[in-house]
């Protein structure tokens, strides 16, 4: 069974758009996290959430919002999409804080 | 805050030669340190981790030791193969409530 999941795996869609990615975990952790990758493979974090609260909200444009239905939910939405967004998005969760992260499959999205 | 930084940003090895990735951090209250392997098109994944309770760590091939007084942590891999050919990031963390702080990564290239 999978331990953290993302939904889609790929997102090509055009400038302008809005676009949801949606991460599921089954590991029971109460925190859950969104990464930012691009092409020179930094790990930028995004926003973490913990107990379904925002704990952690990096330098991050607000056309990207977060949202937790619930503890083993972390949904990306991005409003206005931009040729810079153009990145592989990653989730991730842990039991707690600063603990040992297990990462989603990524979603790799495209801005044309 | 705390600032962690990764060097080398690429290191090329002759396969079966050892490979050393060395990270320094800035916060002496950090005491979790993890290592997570990339391979290309995948997820991070966690390879071996270190608590500042202990100098070094060993998992078959690959270890980890801890020097607190410098506040630095190395990567070690003996007997290179070309399967360990990926981007290794390291992380630090003062623990549970306390965010887990990434290095830059380094892009180890295996030559045949």
């Known amino acids: 069974d999978t331990a953290v999941s993302q939904t889609p795996k790929y997102l090509v869609t055009q400038m302008g758009n809005d676009k949801s990615i949606k991460c599921e975990q089954n590991?029971?952790?109460?925190?859950m996290y969104w990464y930012k990758q691009d092409s020179k493979k930094f790990l930028k974090i995004m926003f973490s959430?913990?107990?379904?609260?925002?704990?952690i909200n990096e330098t991050v444009p607000n056309r990207f919002s977060p949202k937790s239905p619930d503890k083993a939910h972390l949904n990306l939405h991005i409003n206005s999409l931009e040729l810079g967004d153009s990145a592989v998005y990653f989730c991730?969760?842990?039991?707690?804080?600063?603990?040992?992260?297990?990462f989603g499959p990524g979603t790799r999205l495209l801005v044309l | 805050g705390e600032n962690v930084e990764q060097h080398p940003s690429t290191l090329s090895v002759q396969e079966g030669d050892s490979a050393v990735i060395k990270c320094t951090y800035s916060?002496?209250?950090?005491?979790?340190f993890p290592w997570y392997k990339q391979e290309l098109g995948k997820r991070p994944q966690l390879i071996i981790d270190?608590?500042?309770n202990v100098g070094e760590k060993k998992d078959q091939r690959i270890a980890v030791t801890l020097n607190k007084t410098a506040k630095h942590f190395s990567l070690h891999i003996t007997e290179t193969q070309p399967e360990d050919s990926a981007v290794y990031f390291c992380?630090?963390?003062?623990?549970?409530?306390?965010?887990?702080?990434w290095g830059a990564g380094t892009k180890l290239i295996i030559k045949p």
């Open positions: 991730a969760s842990s039991p707690g804080l600063g603990e040992t992260q297990y």
């Open positions: 270190i608590r500042s």
């Open positions: 916060d002496s209250a950090s005491n979790y």
């Open positions: 590991l029971g952790h109460d925190t």
């Open positions: 992380a630090a963390s003062k623990g549970s409530n306390y965010q887990l702080i």
């Open positions: 959430y913990n107990n379904k609260e925002l704990i």
